[in-house]
């Protein structure tokens, strides 16, 4: 069983930054590919971006390449998405999610079985 529990989104000013993290429980967290997807109002959730065990492979969405970027650090169960050169599109509440299945990340949501609450990011123009 793995719990996980966002952190790290605010208010924010279109060109600012925020990094976002998800704390994870369970001792087989490492072995996990781990994701970020976001939820617009009014819309699906949608992936952002994922990434290995290892950092290794990586994965964005298109509107996340060259502002995002996700990290992890297995030693703290902690995995990262910072978040640079804001716009209000990015508004939506962020969610991380585990895939205990496999090993490659993958852009489906229907892939990750384990989700966290959520956190709002807000972005005024």
């Known amino acids: 069983q793995v719990q996980l529990v966002e952190s790290g989104g605010g208010l924010v000013q279109a060109g600012g930054s925020l990094r976002l993290s998800c704390a994870a429980s369970?001792?087989?967290?490492?072995?996990?590919?781990m994701g970020w997807f976001r939820q617009a109002p009014g819309k699906e959730r949608a992936f952002v971006a994922a990434i290995n065990w290892s950092g290794s492979s990586i994965i964005y969405a298109d509107s996340a390449k060259g502002r995002f970027t996700i990290s992890r650090d297995n030693a703290k169960n902690t995995v990262y998405l910072q978040m640079n050169n804001l716009k209000p599109e990015d508004t939506a509440v962020y969610y991380c999610?585990?895939?205990?299945?496999?090993?490659?990340?993958?852009?489906?949501?229907?892939?990750?079985?384990?989700w966290g609450q959520g956190t709002q990011v807000t972005v005024s123009s």
């Open positions: 999610a585990a895939d205990s299945q496999h090993f490659i990340p993958r852009p489906s949501q229907s892939e990750y079985d384990y």
């Open positions: 369970g001792r087989t967290f490492s072995r996990y590919p």
